[in-house]
């Protein structure tokens, strides 16, 4: 189970970036940049467990090479799936559907951008956790890549969106500076908070002997 959690959050992610990033782009997107770096920082944060394939078709060819059991396929296809079509109906809901005409999306309400905020502090959290205080990723020299590379990832993705924080200090100090809306404070403050606690239990959740 823990296996196929790791691809859901993977896919997610990956996918969820794509859309974002290339459905009704915002100005100073770089999509290839983005996608690759959520890529990367997926696999750190998730090869460990579930080998961070993200792709039926890698774990197409993993199966094939002899690294995983034949019986486990299936349950991976179901993960990575479940997780791009939640991912393209995240993107929906902040973007729309695309427009071919390149027409500015609407502008974005309250609940979007605490929605944006709440998944890449996730991601963000989620990331931490795994390349800088799991056992086994102990020792690792990546982890400063990775956690700094899930910010820039969010900031390409979402920051358009909501400002791009992920961080209550972020956001307190954007705040003072009038770079996000005093009115959304508390509700950017609860979403990170959330969001750092649901990593800790999915985190817990895929590293039960991790004490």
Not at 92 to 100: I, R
């Given at each position: 189970m823990k296996k196929f959690i790791v691809e859901f959050i993977g896919t997610f992610f990956l996918v969820f970036t794509v859309g974002v990033c290339v459905v009704n782009?915002?100005?100073g997107v770089i999509a290839p940049l983005a996608i690759g770096s959520v890529l990367m920082v997926m696999v750190y944060a998730g090869g460990h467990i579930s080998g961070g394939h993200?792709?039926?078709?890698?774990?197409?060819?993993?199966?094939?090479?002899?690294r995983m059991a034949a019986s486990e396929v299936p349950a991976y296809f179901l993960a990575q799936l479940t997780g791009a079509l939640m991912a393209a109906g995240a993107s929906?809901?902040?973007?729309?559907?695309?427009?071919?005409a390149g027409a500015p999306p609407p502008a974005y309400v309250l609940a979007q951008m605490v929605f944006a905020e709440f998944l890449f502090t996730f991601a963000l959290a989620y990331v931490v956790l795994n390349v800088a205080t799991a056992k086994a990723t102990a020792g690792n020299s990546f982890y400063g890549l990775a956690i700094g590379f899930t910010v820039m990832v969010g900031a390409f993705a979402v920051?358009?969106?909501s400002g791009g924080a992920f961080n209550p200090a972020v956001a307190t100090g954007c705040c003072y500076l009038g770079l996000i809306p005093a009115t959304h404070y508390f509700a950017y403050i609860a979403a990170e908070l959330s969001a750092g606690a649901l990593a800790a239990?999915?985190?817990k959740v895929l590293n039960p002997e991790d004490k």
């Open positions: 782009p915002d100005a993200y792709n039926p078709a890698v774990t197409i060819a993993v199966a094939i090479r002899g929906y809901y902040l973007k729309g559907p695309n427009d071919l920051g358009p969106i239990f999915v985190f």
